[in-house]
C-alpha cells in the first residue's frame, strides 16, 4: 500500500488510542461509524471499559488471601465498571461520533431498525404523527 492512499481501518496504536478517546484520521469515519454504531457496538465499549478496571485490579490478586476475599476487593468495584460503562455507553458513542465530525444520533440507528414494527403499527392504528410533534429526547 503506498504512502498516499488512505487507511481503512486503524493499526493496533491507533485502536488503543480510539479506545480511550483520540481521534483516528478522516479517511477512517466509515469504520468509526461502523464501530460506534454498528452490531456489537455496546459489548465493545464494555470491554473498552472494562479492560483498564481490570488490569487496575489485578494487582489485588497477588495479595495472599482467599478466593472469598480476593472477590470482596475487587468484584464490587469491577461490578460498578461495568454497570457505569452499560448506563453511558450511548453518551460515550456520541460524544465519540461527534469527535469524529459524525451525526451524534447515528446512535440510535440499531434501536430504530429494531423497533421500526412498533411505529408501522402506531401509524397503522393512529396515524401518522403530526409535524408539529417534537421528539421526547434521548435513551439515558
Sequence with gaps: MSSDTPR???????YIGYS????????MRDWVRNDLTGKG??????????????LFLAPF?????????HAEMTLPIFIWVVIFSHAFNNAWRRQMLA??????????????KREAHIH???IERYG???DAAQPQGHDI
Aim: glycine share 6%; no cysteine.
Design 8 to 14: 481503512r481501518k486503524p493499526n493496533v496504536m491507533e
Design 20 to 27: 480511550y478517546g483520540r481521534r483516528l484520521p478522516d479517511s
Design 41 to 54: 457496538a455496546i459489548g465493545r465499549w464494555m470491554i473498552r471499559a472494562a479492560i483498564p478496571a481490570a
Design 61 to 69: 490478586w497477588l495479595i495472599p488471601a482467599s478466593l472469598y476475599v
Design 99 to 112: 469527535k469524529h465530525g459524525l451525526d451524534p444520533e447515528l446512535v440510535d440507528v440499531q434501536k430504530r
Design 120 to 122: 408501522r403499527a402506531y
Design 128 to 130: 401518522p404523527r403530526p
